[in-house]
């Protein structure tokens, strides 16, 4: 009998994972925690005894259910995530006592789904959660009748191999293997799921033509730069090369971006999170954590410390990652003599971008420039320019000539990315449903991190309080199965 029973709900699973699902519209989720794990490998924070004392004080009257009632309201600084399973990269206090704790979904990443569960469930223990919400359904699949298949040692073993292969999620997997009384709820309208699926089919239709044109574009740019940039430019070139490809690390490139800042007298407290990073970090080379967690420390070194921790408990590394292309910005502007070499520096930018958006691995930065300079994005501003200083430097680059391949296909791009905006207003509408329809003060919003910084607006100004959450991820998603997962 219990065989049968395994065997029973393993096919129940191979039956409900082929309902409907549309991930994320646009995920770099392993580029994100990378730059995310570089930031907190820079600001590790290094608690004094007191602190920690009182850290596990808070931590235990939340566990005796003290402090936080499910009747009552949290406060989103009270919210606490193991390291190990993530990162609170953002948190904002709103007015009407409502709590929305926004995990961004890594996509067919087995660990950074795993590390989702985990997050969910400290969530649920610490913190009384009792509503889970999810994009990517245009309708409810409850998999908790599936808990009595099977013994639980066997169905955590089939749970675990799907979500290696991508075929359920990390609440799926939370609500298959563990007993909570959750209530899920999903975030879609099912026209505009629809939708917005089949705009990215039509991308897949003619997005490896189109990367290969852009590969080839890309090419023949960058061989022009060498003719065309100053000693200044090829160097902020190459360390943006060396940077994207991680070629070197996040911090050696905003070293690199902080210093020339400097030399130009750019204006760096127009970028505050990126100058407290950076001051942080030469704080931290110049203080003597031992001596201070001993009690033996100067005062210069204590004042040093305490200047450190303020510089680190107020850095959002969200708005950290905004500052950054704006940086850039200001650096190539101050060190761009010429306008051959502002034209190029915005082809060169703008197919970088357009690479991403055909992989469907934008970052909301990206699409945002996308969206504030789409002239840029005319592939016959490219040639038109390309070609002429190809003539006039007597330089031998072939430029590919299936130019429609993106002139034609451009508006379903942009209607991809147009329809991702509107399911951002439907999920917070359905938020509002589901917090109202349930009467809870706290749930959790799982969507892919480019929905971020809509959500959180949109959240901001109904009055709710938010913390934004990112699953650690240190291995690389497997972009096989991504697309795989995509397609389906």
């Excluded at 699973?13 to 699902?21: K, R």
């Excluded at 905003?254 to 990126?274: R, V």
């Excluded at 003599?337 to 958006?357: H, P, T, V, Y």
């Excluded at 994005?377 to 330089?395: D, M, R, Y």
Aim: one cysteine or more; proline letters at 3%.
């Amino acid at each position: 009998m219990p065989c049968r029973n395994i065997l029973k709900g393993t096919l129940f699973l191979a039956f409900i994972v082929n309902a409907l699902y549309l991930p994320s519209t646009s995920e770099a989720a392993t580029i994100w925690d990378k730059r995310k794990q570089a930031v907190e490998d820079i600001i590790e924070p290094q608690e004094t005894k007191e602190e920690i004392e009182a850290e596990a004080d808070i931590a235990k009257k939340v566990i005796q259910g003290l402090e936080f009632e499910e009747t009552g309201t949290i406060d989103p600084s009270d919210i606490f995530i193991p390291d190990q399973y993530g990162t609170i990269i953002e948190r904002y206090k709103g007015t009407n006592g409502k709590l929305i704790v926004h995990i961004q979904d890594a996509h067919a990443n087995y660990e950074g789904q795993r590390n989702l569960a985990s997050i969910l469930e400290v969530l649920i223990t610490d913190y009384n959660l009792k509503l889970i919400l999810r994009e990517g359904r245009s309708q409810n699949v409850n998999l908790s009748h599936l808990r009595d298949y099977g013994f639980p040692e066997a169905r955590e073993r089939v749970a675990d191999e799907y979500l290696k292969k991508a075929r359920i999620t990390g609440e799926e997997y939370l609500e298959l293997t563990t007993d909570y009384p959750i209530t899920y709820g999903d975030l879609e309208e099912k026209t505009l799921y629809e939708a917005h699926k089949e705009a990215l089919w039509e991308i897949d239709k003619f997005k490896d033509l189109a990367a290969e044109y852009i590969g080839k574009m890309i090419a023949v740019a960058n061989g022009l730069k060498p003719d065309i940039y100053n000693e200044e430019l090829v160097e902020f070139n190459e360390k943006k090369t060396d940077y994207d490809s991680e070629n070197i690390d996040l911090l050696s490139y905003y070293e690199y971006l902080y210093n020339k800042a400097e030399e130009k007298d750019i204006p760096l407290y127009t970028f505050p999170n990126f100058q407290s990073l950076m001051k942080a970090n030469n704080i931290e080379k110049q203080i003597d954590l031992v001596k201070i967690r001993s009690g033996e420390a100067s005062s210069e070194d204590t004042a040093l410390y305490a200047e450190y921790l303020d510089l680190t408990r107020d850095l959002n590394i969200n708005a950290l990652f905004k500052e950054e292309p704006l940086l850039e910005d200001f650096v190539v502007d101050v060190l761009t003599e010429n306008s051959d070499q502002k034209k190029l520096l915005r082809i060169s930018k703008a197919l970088s971008i357009m690479k991403n958006l055909l992989r469907v691995k934008v970052v909301p930065e990206e699409y945002k420039y996308f969206a504030d300079n789409k002239k840029d994005f005319a592939p016959g501003l490219w040639t038109g320019f390309i070609q002429e200083k190809l003539e006039s430097l007597n330089l031998d680059l072939d430029i590919p000539v299936n130019i429609s391949i993106i002139s034609d296909n451009l508006p379903k791009v942009e209607k991809f990315y147009e329809i991702a905006f509107e399911r951002d207003s439907i999920f917070l509408k359905k938020t509002e449903e589901h917090v109202n329809n349930k009467g809870v003060n706290i749930a959790a919003l799982v969507a892919g991190g480019f929905h971020t910084p809509t959500l959180t607006k949109l959240l901001e100004d109904k009055g709710y309080s938010y913390v934004v959450v990112s699953p650690k991820v240190t291995t690389e998603t497997d972009e096989e199965l991504y697309r795989k997962v995509l397609s389906e």
